[in-house]
């Protein structure tokens, strides 16, 4: 069953929503303002968020773009009225699609399943190699060059995110987010921390890396050092 996120503040839409949702097969998670609606996106991992636009705390747009920041959830936004320029913004900002108010929960359901299909179902998570490297996600064992690695639950959790994207940048808020579930706030300090407990379990020093490669004042890369 997929799990929809809906975010929307009037008590009478979410409610009607969330019941014809979920008679037509959806489970459905609801959030009432725009922080609470990213924090439940980042904690509950839904399949879909549906989001209205107009919320009391926070612009849509800028909401949308800072869950963009840390998910790649599909989303569809809500919104009120048929204004061009929001419906620009709101997909340049990573929308999948939107739909104008007032809609029927039938024109909902089916953009839903047609930004399913889109999306495919996600794959399970397979065993990473980078380099001597392997993270295997589902028994959660680590090994480099054959030897295992005693990680905690936040280090291989750190390590797993990072090997996922290896060569790429992960930034700290990403790392914030994806691992300790903080999407805004929190302390740079917290993953500074864990990333150099977990480059010493790696064998390596933040001033000769050959996993972890810090890249200054935006975030950090595991690389294949071969
Ligand atoms: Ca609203």
Same mark, same amino acid.
């Given at each position: ?14 409610? !009607?929503?969330? *019941? /014809?949702?979920?008679? &037509? +097969?959806?489970?459905?998670?609801? @959030? =009432? #303002?725009?922080?609470? %609606? ?71 359901? !089916?953009?839903? *399943? /047609?930004?399913?299909? &889109? +999306?495919?179902?996600?794959?399970? @998570? =397979? #065993?990473?190699?980078? %380099? ?95």
């Amino acid at each position: 069953m997929p799990q929809l996120l809906l975010v929307e503040d009037d008590p009478a839409i979410r409610s !009607a929503l969330v *019941r /014809a949702l979920s008679e &037509r +097969g959806h489970g459905v998670t609801t @959030a =009432a #303002t725009g922080m609470a %609606g990213l924090q439940a996106a980042v904690d509950g991992r839904p399949d879909l968020v549906v989001l209205d636009l107009g919320l009391p705390d926070v612009d849509g747009s800028t909401l949308l773009s800072m869950l963009r920041a840390v998910s790649a959830v599909p989303v569809i936004v809500a919104t009120a009225r048929d204004d061009e320029r929001e419906v620009v913004r709101a997909l340049d900002a990573g929308a999948d699609d939107y739909i104008v108010k007032p809609f029927s929960a039938e024109q909902l359901d !089916a953009r839903i *399943r /047609a930004v399913l299909r &889109r +999306g495919g179902a996600s794959e399970p @998570a =397979a #065993t990473l190699v980078v %380099g001597g490297l392997v993270v295997d996600p589902r028994s959660r064992e680590a090994t480099l060059d054959g030897r295992t690695l005693e990680l905690s639950r936040l280090e291989f959790d750190l390590l797993a995110h990072l090997a996922s994207k290896s060569g790429e940048v992960v930034t700290k808020r990403e790392l914030l987010a994806e691992v300790w579930h903080q999407p805004y706030g929190g302390a740079d300090k917290t993953v500074d921390v864990h990333l150099s407990w977990l480059r010493r379990k790696l064998g390596e020093t933040a001033s000769d890396p050959r996993y972890l490669i810090s890249v200054r004042g935006v975030g950090v890369k595991l690389v294949d050092p071969s």
